[in-house]
C-alpha cells in the first residue's frame, strides 16, 4: 500500500514565501564593515597641534569605506584604508605628497587616532593635526 502526504496549500505557500525571503537576503549586496567609521565626513575644524591654530569648517570631505578612502572637495585622490581598534591607517599610491596636505595629510601613509567616534562626529588625531568631521 502506498502513502500519499498530502500538504495543505496555504503551508506550501508560507514554506515558498520564507524559501523566496532567504534567498532575497542573502543577495551579493556589499554593506559596510567598519560600523559608524563608513560614510562620507566632511571636515569640520582642524587644530595644528605645533601652532594651536583652529581653522573652520571646509568643502573637503574623506569618503570612508571598506577598505577605501577617497579625499574630495578639492580635487580627488583614493587610497586604501586600514581601520583597528582605535588606529586608521590611510595609504595613497600617490607620488605627490603634496597634493593630500590639502586634507591634512602629510604623509604617503599616515595613521590616524580615532578619539572619538559616533554615527554623526568623529575625530581624527595624527602626529601634527586634530581633525573634526561631521558625517555629511
Given amino acids: 500500500m502506498k502513502t500519499t502526504i498530502i500538504i495543505p496549500i496555504h503551508r506550501l505557500l508560507v514554506a515558498i514565501s520564507i524559501m523566496a525571503f532567504l534567498a532575497l537576503m542573502s543577495g551579493c549586496r556589499k554593506g559596510g564593515i567598519n560600523g559608524d567609521l563608513d560614510g562620507q565626513w566632511q571636515v569640520m575644524e582642524v587644530e595644528n597641534l605645533s601652532t594651536e591654530q583652529v581653522t573652520g569648517p571646509q568643502q573637503l570631505y574623506y569618503c570612508l569605506y571598506l577598505h577605501t578612502v577617497n579625499l574630495t572637495g ?3 585622490v583614493a587610497g586604501n584604508m586600514t581601520y583597528e581598534g582605535d588606529r586608521l591607517t590611510l595609504e ?9 596636505s590639502q ?7 599616515t595613521t590616524f587616532k580615532v578619539e572619538s567616534l559616533s554615527g554623526s562626529h568623529m575625530v581624527l588625531l595624527s602626529d601634527k593635526v586634530r581633525i573634526t568631521f561631521r558625517k555629511y
Avoid: N
Fill in 103 to 109: 586634507w591634512y595629510i602629510y604623509d604617503q601613509t
Fill in 92 to 100: 595613497f599610491p600617490i607620488t605627490s605628497v603634496a597634493q593630500l
Fill in 74 to 76: 578639492a580635487g580627488m
